[in-house]
């Protein structure tokens, strides 16, 4: 780490993710001796050893650039991204779980009681006989203990603060983020707000060919072999590509892997999920609305997973009905009543 | 408890050709109906992209209306069957989700139904009135306990910091 403080000031964040964001920018390989030779490293929990209360103790806006990654779904994180909100001039959401929630964000599907009953009432893999459970505050001889609020909904980094860039997927392609890093130290940036990436969808840079086949149902992976050179979802296996930003090459397509939108919904796609619906109706050939149900109810039984596999936080429902909630069941008791 | 004020905000996209006439239909031969549906005319029912049905709930609206011309008898040929497996992609989507699946709802509806329209309106202001308020946007709001929550983390910080210097 450079002392030099004249350099601008950059620092990594992570909060509700896997970590895959970090060995990416280490993917750009020996280019990271360009950005610390470019950048003053203030913070890198992950690879550098920094103090938090030094970030506390700048001056707002000192940081010149935040990349910041993980979902927000405790009390902790938010804290952080406040801060380094506060802190930085230009605050990126980096990775798909700042961007939208990702994996974490499915945690939506569920709230904070049924994660607590299932990890500490009834745990699987550890013994727990006095039932205990997490406390915010506890007092020991040495002091007050705090652990951080666990929240219901985990929300993207866009939820909680202010956010001028995203860089998109999960992780982002190393090759990304280095024209990313790129804009950033050459002040080539564009307006505040833009994700940083292709405008096109990943169907467009897919080579498998497309002709205009509907098709009577939907197959899992390992229901056909798919033919190589024809759209998987014209072969009945559902493909994201359609409403996915491009990035990453098309790279499952391309080895009979069905896109699954791991780089998050292309440009001007709001809510992947509507996105999806809107293509999968034109692929289903049925005019008969009994036939449209089976095939539907056949061909995805898991519609959030489906379609929402990276987006649910980021979607416009953002999460499945919470029991109670408006006096509403939850999702599985109205689906038998 | 059922708000016996409650008066549901339903949101109607209602296709040029067919429905939104069946609409002026029931007006100008002064039917009664329900005046909760908000009207939104579109071209086609094809031109309701699912992203407007979920825009609509997360911002407040009760239910949606979609309306368009009978099967086969689309201005567009036939875009109409495409409303049908969309809506059937969409229904499924919100029943896992947890909306109740009587808050959105398809009606075919040609330029003379306008009785048809008014009693469908009818029969779902109904139906979503003993449903209840949605108010989604209250599924992801935070509570109030999360501010204090994130004070104690600042106070934990201050007290570490007293320990290091």
């Keep these: 780490m450079s002392t030099n403080g004249s350099k601008p000031k950059l620092a990594l964040y992570w909060a509700a993710s896997c ?6 920018v280490l993917g750009i390989g020996d280019k990271i001796l360009k950005v610390d030779e470019v950048f003053d490293i203030v913070l890198w929990p992950v690879a550098m050893d920094f103090k938090l209360h030094s970030i506390e103790a700048m001056e707002d806006k000192s940081i010149d650039v935040c990349l910041f990654n993980g979902a927000v779904r405790t009390s902790e994180q938010e804290y952080m991204a406040r801060l380094l909100r506060a802190k930085s001039k ?13 994996i974490p964000g499915l945690a939506n599907v569920t709230t904070r009681e049924e994660i607590f009953q299932s990890s ?9 006989p006095n039932g205990v459970r997490p406390q915010l505050e506890t007092e020991t001889d040495e ?16 939820q909680v603060v202010d956010v001028e860039y995203t860089i998109p997927g999960c ?11 790129t804009a950033i130290i050459e002040g080539n940036l564009p307006e505040p707000g833009t994700v940083i990436g292709e405008k096109s969808t990943v169907c467009d840079v897919c080579p498998r060919v497309r002709t205009d086949k509907t098709i009577k149902e939907f197959k899992r992976t390992w229901e056909i072999e798919p033919d190589p050179e024809i759209c998987l979802l014209e072969q009945g296996i559902i493909c994201c590509g359609i409403a996915t930003r491009a990035g990453c090459g098309a790279l499952c397509p391309q080895v009979g892997s069905p896109c699954i939108g791991c780089y998050g919904p292309a440009e001007g796609v709001t809510d992947f999920g509507a996105r999806m619906i809107s293509a999968l109706a034109s692929v289903i050939d049925s005019d008969d609305p009994e036939e449209i149900d089976r095939i539907i109810q056949e061909g995805i039984p898991d519609p959030i997973g489906q379609f929402y596999r990276f987006g649910l936080a980021h979607s416009r429902l953002r999460r499945t009905a919470m029991p109670g909630a408006n006096g509403h069941q939850p999702a599985e008791e109205e689906v038998t009543a | 408890m059922p708000d016996e004020n409650f008066e549901p905000k339903i949101i109607g996209f209602f296709c040029n050709w067919c429905s939104y006439r069946a609409a002026d239909m029931a007006g100008t031969a002064r039917m009664n109906y329900e005046p909760n549906v908000r009207i939104i005319r579109v071209m086609c029912s ?7 049905v979920m825009a609509a709930f997360a911002k407040g609206a009760d239910g949606v209306l979609i309306a368009g011309c009978h099967p086969g008898e689309c201005h567009y040929n036939n875009q109409n069957f495409k409303t049908m497996r969309r809506y059937a992609l969409l229904k499924h989507t919100l029943r896992a989700i947890g909306v109740e699946e009587e808050r959105i709802r398809l ?59």
């Design chain 2, 107 to 165: 009606q075919w509806a040609s330029a003379a139904e306008g009785a048809i329209l008014a009693r469908s309106i009818d029969e779902m202001v109904e139906r979503v009135r003993e449903l209840g308020p949605l108010n989604w946007p209250k599924q992801w709001e935070a509570p109030p306990e999360v501010e204090e929550a994130i004070k104690m983390m600042e106070a934990e910080h201050a007290e570490a910091l007293e320990v290091t210097a």
């Design chain 1, 90 to 102: 230009v605050m990126v959401a980096f990775g798909s779980c700042a961007h939208e929630g990702c």
């Design chain 2, 46 to 52: 094809g031109r309701v992209d699912p992203d407007f």
């Design chain 1, 19 to 24: 970590g895959g964001c970090e060995i990416a």
């Design chain 1, 120 to 128: 500490y009432d009834d745990p699987t893999t550890v013994d727990n």
């Design chain 1, 143 to 158: 002091g007050t203990l705090y652990l951080p609020m666990f929240y219901d909904t985990v929300r993207t980094l866009d």
């Design chain 1, 171 to 181: 992780p982002p392609e190393s090759d990304r983020i280095w024209e990313a890093l």
